[in-house]
């Protein structure tokens, strides 16, 4: 630490970073445009112009560029300094001479970052006379807007588009007043973080095209902090609601875990929740039509259900803990289901156990970007987990980031960063099946079938570790591979291995672990991180129960009457006769979900679920951290939260009903997270993810809407307005209002959105950290469940590692090797029902290495049938392998497995 004088206020700062860091983290109001926290700096814009003083008899002084001036210790500044002012003025004057007068049709207008600046700058009035120049405006695709006469040419789009997302497809053309930033041509921005664009463009360049549909400004909107559920990672997010209906999904800063940035996926994901595939009233077969009836008849036919026999209940990993739990409270341990088959159930809980018994560290996302040397293993995490791929980008800039510090180079002189690492080799090994979106920035791209990346595996854990088991059978080129990896992973000083669930192995989530734990020997830094599937994955492993396949077994021996599934399309995960037999096996189904899903059609009841934006909840990503999202759309009755349909459920039935006992008595969500805590000692921390619903701030509700000033005069404040209450939500504290409490030290967990004096855009952030970039100064957001296993040294090696090394895959001449190809879009179940994911999502085709393909259409003969599919070449795909496009063209098939491929024949492909 040292010490600034900021206009003769003496400010302690940090000793890495610059003035303007230092200005913003002191409270001072400095206007700046082309730096950005995660970007660093480049001294494009040059509004951040202050004055520096050599010392306290220098009365002069110098202008200097806040942003590419680093602290030094009792420096002498001046932000309000008369020369540093007109400075500033002119070049916010000449930023505007070519930008419209729109800001009252501009979709930026209310939290516009230049809007503020200019505020701050005291530039008011326009003096330029003459004609502008104006640009064509693109077509960038579903996700994003482009108005180009709005730029100020501040370079932060490109900078974070090539240089940290690593997209290829934007960039800045000609020169002076002709700069333009967009495509060579008209196209869709292909980047998996394109639509950060949004929030980094400090102007209304790039806007929201899905939220321009249903445009409102940000103080007519109420927002709630949220959490993303289109995977596992977890990424807080902001969505804002008006009139009932979700309208956008922004970043929440969380600093662990997504910080500053969400993928396309995350934030336009949305659509399902305003879709007309939603449930909105309860539905009773009759006469094979699903008919629409009340709430109290709906009830009165489930305890009709019920008293024919045995219940059974089917959970759901995109459903929150509560929902689960309570379904579990219902039907009783015996008879709960996690919704997912013998294999997904088996790798979720072999992925829970592995980094429970992690030796080292169990990484957060923004540690994996400090990790020098990372291993994949056999996991598309740009794909599966597009977040943490992003991460792993940043983490191939180590080398450059030492070399800087050799070189006395500040880290966040980003220019100068890049160039001293332009020639720098990374430490990013990615093995995996198919090519990657890593793979340009990768070391070394290896393609192999599972089981060889397994196996490779093992022997880079035997070779770090000689009690590892060693690899029978493995080349002379795979073992100088795995003696080059392990190298690179021992001599690192902060090492990280990745694996996951995505080709439904064992075998690689255990060579991952082994490779950990051999590395954990040698520095306590070594970082394991595990893929899961969905949102909530982790805390259904944390809970346990039966397999689907248990659940068939039971039904086609009679022993279930009535089944209730909650939020589970079973579609994707059984078989098309297994589903057909359990429908045919089971009297009674009922469907308790917000979307519908071929189940409804063969559903008694249909029950309408709250979705992730209309109730409160609590999801546990991969690694192991328990979140809460909240409410922000107050959806018409019989809409309700799944937990509450499941007690509404059990109060029906008779009370002396077993396994009921105080699930009936629950109030809020306050006391299910403590009956949960009870059941399942392990999860009882998720009740600390966030303050309960009795939580006030100086004896206040927290506010969700952005406060206005009123027009009403004081002398008739007394006057009734309002013609009815604003709708409340018994199981969070916030009003769902503008009236409440609302600070810069609130929880991090409750920030709705981020707004302070002078400050209406997303660059507010900046007020409630401690350090720009660093922890939230409400604390940290969710709690961490998960602890790796710290080992004593009193045994040389107790960790026990895997030893079901799989043998070498041999081609076989009549048959191939399928394996899932994850898409980004068009994979996940939810994101699928959002227009604009659905216009990114691509035809399902089959991959074939160049090598295989014999036709341009081939048929696949799956559990269900042919399946007919065209053929994509990917040179690189190892022999004997093909990938079909998961829950695309075979919805519920088992991978991996071999299966017949053959040519479509000639009659068929003139038909």
């Given at each position: 630490?040292?010490s600034?004088c ?12 610059n ?6 983290e002191a ?5 700046y ?30 202008i ?11 420096a ?10 007109d ?11 070519n ?45 994003v807007?482009?108005?180009m ?19 290829d ?13 967009g ?12 639509g950060n ?33 289109h995977?596992?990672?977890g990424?807080?997010?902001i ?21 500053y ?20 009233t ?14 109290m008849?709906?009830?009165t ?17 995109r459903?929150a ?12 341990p ?18 829970y ?23 994949v293993l ?16 940043q983490s191939?800039r180590?080398t ?5 510090d ?15 690492g ?7 090994y990615?093995?995996?099946p ?8 990768a070391?070394e791209?290896i393609?192999a079938?599972p089981?060889?990346i ?8 035997h ?12 080349s ?5 591979l ?24 064992f ?32 805390g ?45 096996s ?18 008694s ?17 991969q ?12 959806p ?5 939260a799944?937990w ?12 002396s009903?077993?396994?009921?006992t105080?699930?009936?008595d ?17 999860l009882?921390?998720?009740a600390k ?18 406060y206005?000033?009123?027009g ?7 006057i ?11 199981d ?6 503008m ?19 002078a400050?209406?855009s997303?660059?507010a ?10 922890p939230?100064?409400g604390?940290?957001?969710?709690i ?6 710290k080992h ?12 079901d ?19 980004l ?10 227009p ?8 399902p085709?089959l991959?074939?290495p ?16 042919p ?38 024949p000639?009659?068929r492909?003139?038909?």
């Open positions: 630490m040292t600034i900021i206009d003769g206020r003496d400010c302690p700062t940090r000793t890495n970073i003035l303007l860091q230092a200005c913003l409270g001072a109001n400095l206007p445009f082309c730096w950005h926290p995660e970007l660093g700096s480049v001294g494009a814009c040059r509004q951040c112009a202050i004055k520096q003083f050599s010392g306290p008899d220098d009365r002069k002084g110098r200097v560029m806040a942003c590419m001036t680093p602290v030094s210790e009792n002498i500044i001046s932000i309000d300094d008369p020369e540093a002012r400075f500033r003025a002119g070049v916010i004057e000449w930023m505007m001479v930008h419209p007068h729109d800001c009252p049709v501009c979709e930026e207008g209310g939290e516009c970052h230049l809007q503020d600046m200019t505020v701050m700058t005291g530039h008011n009035t326009r003096r330029y006379r003459f004609t502008k120049r104006t640009h064509r405006n693109q077509d960038l695709g579903p996700f807007k482009h108005e006469n709005r730029c100020i040419a501040c370079y932060r789009c490109v900078r974070f588009y090539r240089d940290y997302a690593g997209g497809d934007l960039a800045v053309f000609a020169s002076h007043d002709n700069v333009y930033f495509r060579a041509e008209d196209g869709t921005l292909q980047n998996a973080f394109s664009l949004v929030e980094i463009c400090p102007t209304g360049v790039f806007t929201d095209k899905p939220f321009s549909t249903v445009y409102s400004r940000k103080w007519d909107m109420r927002g709630a902090p949220s959490v993303c559920v995977c596992a990672v990424c807080n997010t969505v804002n609601a008006r009139e009932e209906t979700l309208r956008r999904v922004l970043n929440r800063y969380n600093t662990d875990i997504n910080r940035l969400l993928c396309d996926r995350g934030r336009f994901g949305h659509g399902f929740v305003n879709a007309p595939t939603r449930i909105r309860p539905l009773r077969a009759l006469d094979g039509q699903q008919v629409p009836v009340p709430m008849d709906a009830l036919s489930f305890s009709r259900m019920v008293a024919k026999g045995q219940v059974m209940g089917i959970a759901s990993s459903a803990l509560e929902t689960c739990f309570s379904l579990h409270a219902l039907v009783g015996q008879n709960f289901s996690t919704g997912q088959t013998r294999q997904e159930q088996e790798c979720t809980e072999l992925a156990t592995l980094l429970t018994r992690h030796p080292g560290t169990l990484p957060t996302l923004h540690e994996m970007e400090s990790a020098d040397a990372v291993l056999g996991e598309d995490v740009c794909a599966t987990a597009p977040r943490l791929g992003l991460s792993l980008r191939v180590q450059s980031f030492h070399m800087a050799a070189a006395k180079v500040p880290r966040w002189m980003d220019a100068a960063v890049r160039t001293l332009s020639e720098c080799l990374s430490a990013l990615v093995l995996t198919a090519p990657t979106s890593l793979d340009d920035v070391a791209a393609r079938t089981d060889d397994a196996r490779l595996g093992f022997a880079i854990a070779k770090i570790d000689p009690c590892a088991p060693a690899v029978p059978d493995l002379q080129d795979d073992t100088q795995a003696t080059r990896i392990a190298h690179t992973l021992v001599t690192a000083q902060k090492p990280l291995v990745v694996s996951g669930m995505q080709y439904g192995s075998a690689l989530m255990q060579a991952a672990a082994s490779i950990a734990a051999a590395l954990a020997h040698a520095t306590s830094e070594a970082g394991l991180s595990l893929v899961m599937p969905d949102c909530n994955s982790m259904l492993a944390m809970m346990g129960g039966l397999s689907l396949e248990t659940v068939l077994e039971q039904a086609r021996a009679g022993r279930i009457s009535t089944l209730i599934i909650a939020e589970n399309d079973l579609t994707r995960h059984l078989s098309p006769s297994d589903v057909a037999a359990l429908v045919a089971v009297p009674d189904i009922v469907v308790i979900d917000h979307t519908v899903t071929p189940l409804c059609q063969h559903a009841l249909v029950l309408p679920v709250a979705a992730f934006s209309e109730c409160n909840g609590t999801l546990v990503n690694e192991g951290r328990a979140q809460r999202f909240f409410q922000a759309v107050f018409p009755a019989p809409i309700q799944g509450r349909w499941i007690q509404a459920l059990a109060r029906s039935l008779d009370p009903t077993p396994h009921i105080g699930l009936t629950w109030l809020d969500l306050d006391d299910v997270l403590a009956a949960l805590g009870e059941a399942f000692p392990h009882a921390s998720a993810a966030a303050p309960g619903a009795d939580y006030r701030m100086d004896g206040q509700k927290l506010r969700s809407q952005t206005r000033a009123s009403r005069t004081v002398i008739r404040s007394f009734s307005v309002r013609d009815q209450s604003p709708p409340a939500s018994p969070t504290p916030f009003s769902s209002s009236e409440g409490a609302y600070g810069q030290d609130m929880p991090s967990t409750l920030v709705p959105g981020y707004q302070v004096p400050w209406n997303a660059q952030l900046n007020r409630f950290q401690f350090e720009i970039g660093g939230m100064r604390g940290p957001s969710g961490r469940l998960l602890s790796p296993a004593q040294d009193t045994a040389p090696h107790p960790y026990a590692y895997g030893a090394i799989p043998a070498p895959y041999v081609p076989q001449p009549d048959a191939v090797l399928v394996l899932p190809d994850i898409r879009f068009g994979s996940e179940e939810l994101s699928m029902f959002s604009p994911i659905m216009a990114r999502a691509s035809a085709t991959g074939l160049s090598s295989a393909m014999t036709s341009n259409r081939m048929v696949l003969h799956l559990e269900d049938g399946h007919i599919l065209p053929v994509e070449p990917l040179p690189d795909l190892p022999t004997g392998i093909a990938l079909c496009a998961a829950h695309m063209a075979a919805r519920a098939f088992r991978f991996p497995r071999m299966v017949r491929l053959e040519d479509l000639d009659a492909e003139r038909s």
